[in-house]
C-alpha cells in the first residue's frame, strides 16, 4: 500500500510539475504575444501615419497646381479685357473726334 501511495504521489509531483511547466510557458507566450502586438500597432501607427503624410502632400501640390491655373486664367481674362478696352477706348475716341469735327 506504502507504494501504492508513494507512486501516486510521484505521479502527482510530475503532473504539478508540467502543470508548472505548462504554466510558465504560458505566460511566456502571453508576453510574447504581447510585444508583438505592441510591435505591429507601433509599425501600422508608422505605416498609417507615412501615408497620411504623403496624402497630403499630393494633395497639397494638386491644390498648388489648381491654383496656379486658375490665377493664370484670371490673368489671360484680364489681359484680354485690357486688350478689347484698349481697342474699343481708341475706336470710341475716334468716332467722338469724328463727331466734334463735323458740328
Known amino acids: 500500500m506504502d507504494t501504492l501511495i508513494k507512486k501516486i504521489s510521484e505521479i502527482e509531483e510530475a503532473a504539478s510539475s508540467v502543470m508548472d511547466s505548462m504554466n510558465d510557458r504560458k505566460a511566456d507566450y502571453a508576453a510574447e ?22 496624402l497630403r502632400q499630393r494633395m ?16 489671360k481674362a484680364l489681359d484680354e479685357l ?3 478696352y484698349q481697342q474699343s477706348h481708341a475706336e470710341l475716341a475716334a468716332s467722338c473726334f469724328q463727331q466734334m469735327i463735323k458740328e
Open 33 to 54: 504575444m504581447k510585444e508583438k502586438t505592441a510591435a505591429f500597432d507601433r509599425q501600422l501607427d508608422e505605416a498609417t501615419a507615412k501615408q497620411l503624410d504623403e
Open 60 to 75: 497639397k501640390a494638386e491644390m498648388q497646381k489648381k491654383l496656379d491655373e486658375q490665377k493664370n486664367a484670371g490673368q
Open 82 to 84: 485690357e486688350e478689347i
